[in-house]
């Protein structure tokens, strides 16, 4: 049972960084679309080579 | 399978050009789609192809946006639209118009994230905004706006202060507070796990206290932070003496945070923190799903900025032109507007007569002929000649901008319904509080140590969970359904009205019709085929922006005949040579070049002319279209599926009787109005709801926006514009026909909350009494009160089940596109 004195405050601290960096996320617009993204993994095998074409003079 | 254009969709010329994209040809429309395609290509963002859902829009003229990119250089104007960041970048934010899905999205991030100087750019779909942070020391503002043109969007800045986004603000404050309330609530649920057992099989006090603290931690911000807006809203609902859902959660909350608290301090049996955290959870996660549904419709400040031009052509004083933004315009100053340009300011016309489009405004179908020292309003579109105008009334003052206000307005004083749900949860509330008082009472007497747990049972027991989650559960499933059918409902409350509907109010341009060829009224020359006819006709309207051409081209069959030396006259017609021949096609004074062929005005012909549109050669009349209203698809079964469901249909329209008499009949709606203006409108909408009735109005222009706002249910085609959009209920995106539908949906929305909340009674009546005596241990009550939430939401998840998609039924869409396709007589 001691054990808990330890790790339950361990876990809130856990819980209140998580909390934190959401907010950080929020708060740098990361959730602010959420439609996007989703398209993104679809795109990973040719981002790749679209990031070289891009590299091309225009 | 008609051939288009890869990039737009718009239909081929016969000998289109090709894109070439990672070595595949594509046919496009024009050179200007395919620069774009192609060069969508070489920036390596060709994916842009496979994931978006809609065609682009055309590509834009490149004369046009080389002088748009010389305005931007201005510095008045710059200064306006871009805003200085502390750390030497500027900021801007743009709508882009043509944004139609995600991979929109994504094109315009990839775009704009590859100019060079360009640090940050936030796309939003949802708003159709783009905010940009750039170095403008390396790139200008106007290399933004040409880099969207180049894509294939139309960028219009926004005025700076647009980036002080309060939908922005309101997102993430949301976000926030669902994610404390998620937080906490597992937390609590953790601990409160703890406790459960600990009630089984015996604990210590001292643990057992411990937990308790542990729990109130966690619950703590949920109740004080996530549970804020509650509060708020039903104090502000307590101060205008009404009791609206907000009011019984808030109590509900508040009670049992303050009764767990007063358990913990005394030593009391039981705490229900997990409960009332849950619970906030639950409610938080309902409203953000319907805050997102509400972002989505766009607001009037956009509205404004797509209705009216960013630019103007001033007059100098030494008589050169200068674009300039049009908010720089002051009364006095001369501007010239140029062929399908549209109107920057109200103002006075200066040249000798021009034809003007006002559809926006007055819902007229065909543009209006307007001589000088007449009023133009700012945002009708310039048809025929370019016009010089004298600017009288800018920017606030402007008729257009009277209507959004207006709109505004009559939006604020919506008549609100008090909602039956509302009551009779509130009723519920009082009812429970009137016990859980005789509660606290009996026990007080009979043994005062059980009186607050006894107490806050009841209120746990009985805690309006089942009802607050009854309205939510039921109103978003029947969002996601509906949206899923082309129905896009902005204001949720709008279901509950719509259903109780039993009046609905067509406009009639733009919603039930569109224009188009009557080809039965077509007449020929002796040995012309009318088909090949038309399909010079549309060749020479191709690319033109007058309505009636467009009409033309929709018309049009897939391969258009090629055309050299394209010529267009003033409001009159246009011309151009079709396999060796002159052709010209408009007015029958134009097209028989009545001037140099004095003869021909004595044709037979010309006299079946009077109000046709004429193709003519050298030799006289090839053809004469007559011009009709086609029913929009879907306009009729619509109409035919509301009445037979025992709805008021009835039309009104701005424009004149016989159109709008001869669509009445097609329709085979009795009653009508032709020639009404929005005053005319909004008055017809007052008798009609004087006499009890509730009126849902389906219109399309900006002139219907203030009796869209005044209705009960305002409900906007997808094609309207978009003031209308922003103040109507309901928009809807694909076929009419949906309406009909939507109606039935949110019937059964109504049924299915009418069980939900019958259901949470019967659980309430069963389970409360228990409490009462003291006979419900606090897992069970939580438990109860899970189960209960959870078979709302189960029960909800039926809505549009009976509906789907019964319009498949291929005899009826058959005689539907006949019927449409039948111009009206």
């Known amino acids: 049972m001691t054990s808990l004195l330890f790790l339950i405050p361990l876990s809130i601290l856990i819980l209140v960084g998580a909390g934190a960096a959401l907010f950080w996320a929020i708060n740098r617009g990361q959730f602010d679309d959420l439609e996007t993204p989703a398209l993104l993994p679809l795109l990973d095998a040719d981002a790749a080579e679209s990031g070289d074409a891009s590299e091309r003079p225009s | 399978m008609i051939a288009t254009c890869w990039h737009c969709g718009e239909a081929l010329p016969p000998d289109p050009p090709h894109a070439n994209v990672g070595g595949i040809r594509y046919a496009v429309c024009c050179n200007g789609c395919r620069a774009v395609a192609e060069w969508i290509a070489e920036l390596g963002l060709a994916d842009y192809y496979r994931l978006r859902k809609g065609s682009a829009v055309r590509a834009p003229d490149p004369r046009e946006s080389a002088e748009s990119a010389a305005a931007f250089l201005r510095p008045e104007l710059s200064r306006h639209l871009v805003r200085a960041r502390a ?42 905004r783009a905010r940009i942070v750039f170095d403008a ?118 009670l049992i945070y303050a009764g767990s608290v007063v358990e913990i301090f005394t030593g009391g049996p039981d705490v229900w923190f997990e409960s009332v955290s849950m619970f906030v959870f639950f409610l938080c996660v309902g409203r953000y799903l319907e805050m997102r549904a509400r972002h989505h419709s766009g607001d009037l400040t956009d509205a404004l900025a797509r209705l009216t031009p960013v630019f103007a052509d001033r007059v100098e004083a030494d008589g050169t032109l200068l674009r300039v933004g049009a908010f720089e315009l002051v009364p006095g100053d001369r501007v010239v507007v140029a062929e399908g340009g549209s109107v920057p300011a109200d103002g006075v016309l200066e040249t000798e007569q021009c034809r003007v489009d006002e559809a926006l405004l007055c819902g007229e179908s065909t543009p209006r002929q307007k001589r000088r020292g007449e009023a133009l309003c700012a945002g009708s579109i310039v048809a025929g000649t370019p016009a010089t105008m004298r600017v009288t009334r800018v920017g606030a003052d402007t008729a257009v901008a009277g209507i959004v206000a207006l709109t505004t307005r009559a939006a604020s004083s919506k008549p609100r319904l008090a909602r039956a749900g509302e009551r009779a949860a509130a009723g519920f509330v009082a009812r429970v509080l009137v016990l859980a008082i005789c509660t606290a009472v009996a026990w007080a007497i009979v043994d005062p140590s059980r009186a607050l747990a006894a107490t806050v049972a009841v209120l746990v027991v009985a805690c309006p969970c089942a009802f607050a989650l009854a309205a939510p559960a039921a109103v978003t499933r029947a969002l996601a359904v509906l949206t899923g059918r082309g129905v896009l409902v902005v204001r949720p409350d709008a279901l509950e009205d719509l259903a109780s509907v039993t009046h609905i109010l067509f406009d009639k341009t733009g919603t039930l019709t569109q ?28 690319g033109a922006r007058h309505p009636l051409a467009r009409a033309f081209v929709a018309d049009a069959p897939a391969a258009l005949p090629a055309v050299d030396a394209r010529e267009s006259a003033a409001g009159r017609g246009i011309g151009g040579v079709v396999g060796g021949r002159r052709y010209r096609l408009g007015r029958v004074d134009y097209a028989l070049d009545v001037e140099r062929h004095p003869s021909h005005v004595k044709d037979a012909v010309v006299l079946a002319c009077e109000d046709a549109v004429v193709l003519a050669d050298d030799g006289g009349v ?183 998609r019964r319009a498949t039924n291929e005899t009826a869409v058959a005689g539907e596109s006949v019927d449409t396709q039948r111009a009206l007589a």
């Open chain 2, 137 to 254: 020391k390396v790139l200008a503002l106007a290399r933004i706006v040409d880099a969207l043109g180049r894509v294939g969007y139309r960028a219009l800045p926004l005025d700076r202060d647009a980036l002080d986004d309060i939908r922005q603000r309101e997102t993430r404050a949301a976000q926030k507070r669902l994610a404390v309330a998620g937080f906490g609530a597992m937390q609590a649920m953790m601990y409160a796990s703890a406790l459960w057992f600990g009630a089984f099989d015996g604990v210590d006090d001292v643990t057992r206290d411990f937990f308790r603290w542990l729990t109130l931690l966690a619950t703590t911000p949920v109740v004080f932070y996530s549970a804020a807006p509650f509060f708020a809203g039903a104090f502000r609902l307590v101060k205008v003496r009404r009791l609206g859902m907000d009011v019984p959660v808030a109590l509900a909350v508040g």
């Open chain 2, 622 to 804: 090839v053809a004469a279209f007559h011009v009709d209203e086609r029913l929009r698809p879907g306009a009729h079964a619509a109409v035919a599926r509301l009445v037979r469901a025992g709805i008021n249909v009835t039309i009104a329209s701005g424009d004149a009787r016989t159109r709008v008499e001869a669509v009445a009949q097609r329709l085979g709606v009795a009653a009508w109005k032709a020639r009404q203006s929005p005053t005319d409108k909004l008055a017809l909408l007052a008798s009609l709801r004087a006499q009890g009735a509730r009126v849902a109005v389906v219109g399309d222009g900006v002139n219907d926006a203030p009796m869209l706002a005044g209705a009960d249910v305002a409900i906007a085609v997808g094609t309207a514009a978009d003031a209308a959009q922003a103040a109507s209920d309901i928009v809807i995106t694909g076929q009419l026909e949906a309406l009909a539908e939507a109606r039935a949906i949110a019937r059964q929305t109504l049924s299915i909350l009418r069980q939900n909340r019958r259901w949470a009674l019967c659980y309430n009546i069963a389970t409360v009494p228990l409490a009462a005596l003291g006979l419900v241990a606090p897992w069970l009550a939580a438990i109860g009160m899970s189960v209960s939430s959870l078979a709302v939401v189960l029960n909800a998840l039926r809505i549009g089940r009976g509906y789907q």
């Open chain 2, 515 to 542: 224009p188009a060829i009557a080809h039965d009224r077509t007449i020929a020359r002796q040995g012309i085929d009318r088909d090949a006819a038309l399909a010079i006709a549309a060749a020479l309207a191709q």
């Open chain 2, 87 to 128: 750390d030497g970048t500027s900021e801007a934010i743009v709508l882009v118009d043509g944004m139609h899905c995600t991979a929109c999205c994504w094109l315009i991030e990839q775009t704009l994230g590859r100019l060079p100087g360009v640090v940050e750019v936030g796309v939003n779909a949802g708003a159709r």
